[in-house]
């Protein structure tokens, strides 16, 4: 092995290490009920937790996608990703289902995140990556269309919710529908080698295939939880 790749090897043994950490202080603390943490520290410590499982899950499907679709790898990835706001905005939903004083609450809660996933996280995503790139656009992969396909049909359906002034569940099953079909896609969409960096090609390097799958399984499983518990 030369230098650089121990040098490279070291580095991304560190950076895995540093994020797995970031979760451990609420898991701890979420384990012992917090121990009368006051309100500021317990945000900070499932934001640390949210940030360290974020990297955490994002090396997990790199993993994933050496023995899984692409499409099928990012849709997991989603899914984890929106626990914290989703696990918020099913509680309003469950609570107005006994007191209609929390359903705007639902509605504002949703939406809201919506409108910030799309007008700045997206945008920030763009920025970062044509700023790293040195590029002033972004181009996007062939075997993408399959997502931005299936995103422009709930996009579309969405637009007619605010037309009717309820939401009923008719728009749930159009929706639902919408997911479990992409879902089905994802599924029988073809594998592409992949080309692996830091953590996830450490890991890839260093265990079999049975060792990487298992790596994989234990880091989606860490992610979930530390995400799921800062919700």
């Known amino acids: 092995m030369t230098t650089a790749r121990r040098r ?6 560190l950076i895995f290490a540093a994020a797995g950490m970031l979760s451990l202080p609420w898991i701890v603390a979420h384990a012992i009920q917090g121990l009368g943490l006051e309100p500021v520290v317990i945000a900070a410590l499932s934001g640390l937790a949210i940030v360290g499982g974020a990297f955490v899950l994002s090396w997990a499907t790199e993993l994933a996608e050496r023995d899984i679709p692409q499409a099928l790898a990012i849709l997991f990835l989603a899914l984890v990703s929106v626990l914290p706001e989703y696990a918020v905005d099913l509680h309003f939903a469950w609570t107005a289902g006994k007191d209609l004083s929390y359903a705007p609450y639902a509605v504002a809660n949703m939406t809201g995140a919506n409108r910030l996933l799309i007008g ?21 992969h062939p075997r993408q269309r399959l997502e931005i396909r299936y995103l422009l049909w709930s ?24 997911f479990f079909r992409y879902a089905a896609s994802a599924m029988r969409s073809d594998s592409e080698e992949v080309h692996l960096v830091g953590p996830a090609a450490l890991i890839d390097r260093e265990f079999g ?8 399984f234990a880091m989606f499983a860490y992610a979930c939880y530390a995400i799921l518990i800062s919700a």
């Open 120 to 140: 700045l996280g997206w945008a920030a995503v763009v920025l970062i990556a044509c700023w790293r790139e040195r590029t002033s656009e972004l181009v996007i």
């Open 155 to 178: 996009t579309l359906y969405s637009f007619l919710i605010p037309l009717t002034g309820t939401i009923s569940l008719f728009d749930a099953l159009v929706l639902f529908a919408i």
């Open 209 to 216: 295939d049975t060792g990487r799958r298992v790596w994989a």
């Open 8 to 13: 490279a090897g070291w580095q991304a043994l």
